[in-house]
């Protein structure tokens, strides 16, 4: 079955960094788009950042261009975000997702929580 594991939130001031992983199994990482989510209390699930299967093209959200770097590496089934210049308004729980046979997956969710 799918599965998706999310690692390496946790607590950093601002203007820190931080890399999130997401390891993959169960599907063909190689073939499949993934994005990462961010979920904040009250707040919407809101896409952060999507990479193309061959990881030729990304797309983030305006907030955080420039600053977040999703990759990935197809030989380890894992996806990563690089999170740097960490404001406070980038608290919230990240999730990885993908889609498979037209269904969505999600992992767990790491929290990120940025604050002095």
């Known amino acids: 079955q799918v599965q998706l594991v999310e690692s390496g939130g946790g607590l950093v001031q601002p203007g820190g960094s931080l890399r999130l992983s997401c390891t993959t199994s169960?599907?063909?990482?190689?073939?499949?788009?993934m994005s990462w989510y961010r979920q904040s209390p009250g707040k919407e699930r809101e896409l952060v950042a999507t990479?193309?299967?061959?990881?030729?093209?990304?797309i983030y959200i305006d907030s955080v261009k420039g600053r977040f770097t999703i990759s990935r590496d197809n030989a380890k089934n894992t996806l990563y975000l690089q999170m740097n210049s960490l404001k406070p308004e980038d608290t919230a729980v990240y999730y990885c997702?993908?889609?498979?046979?037209?269904?969505?997956?999600w992992g767990q969710g790491t929290q990120v929580t940025v604050s002095a």
């Open positions: 990479i193309s299967w061959f990881g030729s093209s990304t």
């Open positions: 169960g599907f063909t990482f190689s073939l499949s788009g």
């Open positions: 997702n993908t889609k498979v046979v037209g269904s969505d997956y």
